[in-house]
């Protein structure tokens, strides 16, 4: 048996080596390439119809299927249309689309989930298995059922998508909002004899926005795929809309051919703002919880 000397010390805990400076470089390099990004997608669907005074329907069989050149940098397709014109209009078309279906899939989960997680009792169990009730069916399938209810067009896709994407958002709030009921703010509102509705108004919403926000910016580009994956099959906006799905869906045929370029481009144009919108929600994540973001500092 050993005894140890009163006077020796105690092995000291083993730091965690510190990784800062390094990841801090490498998240603001990805957050301002995910910044100049969306800039740039930003400014080419507000910009470029207007300033290019040319019609992106125009055919041209002279010209069809030729590679990108100078005089189009993206190619043409098999009608002779050129491409660079046709995926900017149909990335116009896929953002709006997916901004106002994550707009409104917003405000519908926003009110779900802050009004279960107030209210709690009956009005909780039953939100909650309406919600489950939908997430079980695929979104991809429900979003057809929507779609097959009214003719081809921006509306119904918009709608279709946004009855399918508002329930994370109100599972996220629901569970933001019943992690709220316990802080000191909200019993010392109880306490003042403040009513349910108005604790949840004045107090529980405002403190779950940037939560229902960054849930909201997550949801365009799985909004945007959603449309195109719609068009693609047929099932989302008439043929003749230079949507992202029916430029890829047109293209099939030209791909088994050999010609890559009019599959290529527009893919790229659905990957690059998905990959953009990514690094700047991260980015808003990082700085709305600093649990989170204690973590990434060690």
Do not use: Y
């Not at 802050?114 to 991809?140: C, E, F, Y």
């Not at 992202?244 to 791909?255: D, H």
């Amino acid at each position: 048996m050993t005894c140890e000397h009163p006077d020796a010390k105690a092995p000291a805990p083993v730091a965690w080596r510190s990784r800062g400076p390094r990841q801090r470089s490498w998240r603001t390099l990805r957050v301002r390439t995910s910044a100049a990004l969306t800039g740039t997608v930003v400014l080419a669907v507000l910009l470029v119809p207007p300033l290019v005074q040319l019609d992106q329907q125009a055919v041209d069989l002279a010209a069809k299927l030729r590679p990108p050149s100078w005089a189009h940098p993206f190619g043409t397709d098999d009608v002779g249309r050129d491409l660079l014109l046709r995926c900017v209009h149909g990335l116009r078309i896929s953002l709006f689309i997916g901004v106002a279906a994550a707009l409104v899939a917003a405000v519908v989960g926003t009110a779900v989930g802050a009004l279960a997680g107030a209210l709690g009792g009956w009005v909780d169990r039953v939100a909650m298995r309406v919600v489950d009730a939908l997430a079980s069916v695929p979104h991809l399938l429900l979003g057809v059922f929507v779609v097959a209810l009214f003719r081809p067009g921006v509306w119904p896709v918009l709608l279709s998508i946004a009855a399918t994407h508002w329930l994370s958002t109100a599972r996220i709030v629901r569970a933001e909002v019943l992690s709220l009921r316990g802080r000191p703010f909200v019993d010392a509102a109880v306490s003042g004899g403040a009513s349910r509705w108005r604790i949840a108004v004045r107090h529980l919403v405002p403190a779950v926005l940037p939560q229902a926000g960054l849930a909201a910016v997550l949801s365009v580009p799985h909004a945007m795929w959603h449309e195109s994956a719609l068009s693609f099959l047929g099932l989302g906006l008439p043929a003749h809309m230079a949507s992202l799905g029916n430029l890829v869906e047109g293209a099939r045929g030209s791909l088994l051919a050999g010609q890559w370029w009019p599959t290529l481009f527009p893919g790229l144009f659905l990957i690059v703002p998905t990959l953009a919108v990514a690094g700047l929600a991260g980015a808003w994540r990082d700085r709305i919880d600093p649990r989170r973001r204690s973590e990434l500092m060690l």
